[in-house]
């Protein structure tokens, strides 16, 4: 009888085991993609800003098409990236052509001081710095669910369920670079 108890507890620890595991690697998962969310919700705002900003910029900067048009491509990039793993190289795309916009427009005194101009510029700059803060917040996500599902004994666990490493959000190294700014026609 004794043996039978011990086997039954050792079963009942291994299971209670289990489940604490399993559902600490299900929080750590969740957590993951709710940061991500966090961040998809500022950058389809930026997203849906972005075509005012450049309806705006035409009616000034008749010399800056290619300029415009960096700003659009990246948009449009934006919109085709399938995945959450396709997702950063695009948006810092958007990025790197908002700051050349920004940037030309420091040749534009009347498109400085147009209201909707500065209103947008703002909002959109606004939204730069939460995406900021999200991507850290996500990364610190990702790095903890990372950690989760390689540690002992956890990992035997995450295997099972078939748990896989996610990528952290990067900036591609072509994007690094100094911003290219060209003037007039």
């Known amino acids: 009888m004794s043996v039978t108890i011990i ?36 950058l389809k705002q930026r997203f849906d800003e972005l075509p005012k900003l450049v309806a705006v910029c035409q009616r000034y900067m008749e010399h800056e098409k290619e300029t415009l048009e960096g700003v659009t491509r990246a948009r449009a990039a934006a919109a085709n990236a399938g995945s959450a793993e ?24 009347d498109l400085k001081a147009d209201r909707t101009f500065d209103q947008l510029q703002g909002r959109i700059s606004g939204l730069e710095n939460e995406i900021a803060d999200r991507r850290e917040y996500y990364n610190d996500s990702v790095n903890i669910y990372n950690i989760g599902i390689e540690k002992l004994p956890d990992v035997f666990i995450a295997r099972l369920i078939n748990y896989r490493t996610k990528r952290l959000w990067q900036i591609d190294p072509a994007h690094r670079k100094d911003v290219s700014i060209k003037f007039g026609a």
Do not use: R
């Open 86 to 109: 396709d997702s950063p190289q695009a948006q810092n795309m958007i990025s790197d052509a908002l700051k050349s916009l920004f940037a030309v427009v420091e040749n534009y005194p």
């Open 7 to 42: 086997v039954g507890g050792a079963l009942l620890l291994a299971l209670v085991a289990f489940f604490v595991i399993y559902n600490g690697l299900v929080t750590l998962k969740n957590n993951v993609a709710k940061n991500w969310s966090n961040i998809d919700v500022l």
